[in-house]
């Protein structure tokens, strides 16, 4: 499999320097955060225009990512990738099926275990938004490899 132009492997480490720290910084927010979540559930939700208003900005975003980078080689291409189609996809499903997701976020924050593994869930994502800022402030793209031309 051949690497990404050096233009893809920028547009990849533009996206990872602005999600990143991102996801890091808000994912190690809501681990340490989470006994407040049910509150913050309750008052999200019991106000539509602002469930509505959130998740046209999520899918917004979502978009945003998955048109503005298309790429898909490597580790750090798929990462970015697939975090633009889980956000546009939360987004999606606010719009849609709001109460859907308010009862999951409220069973998971009534089940002790159910924190607990969001907390583990919360930390992952914080760890992969460091990742993502390393790769994307401290990493350098990769020169593609010329290809070898048969000669007649």
Known sequence: MSTATVEAQQRTRTFARVIGPYVATFTTVYAIRLPEGL?????????????????????????VIIGGHRSWRGPLAVTVSLFGWFVALRGFLLIVVP????????????????VILARVFFGLLAVM??????????????????????TP
């Open 99 to 114: 109460s859907t997701i308010e009862s999951g976020a409220e069973a998971t924050m009534l089940s002790p275990t159910g």
């Open 39 to 63: 509150d913050i559930v309750d008052n999200l939700f019991a106000q539509p225009a602002l469930v509505l208003l959130l998740g046209a900005l999520m899918l917004g975003a979502g978009l």
């Open 129 to 150: 938004g460091l990742l993502l800022t390393y790769a994307g402030w401290f990493t350098k793209p990769t020169t593609p490899k010329p290809t070898a031309t048969a």
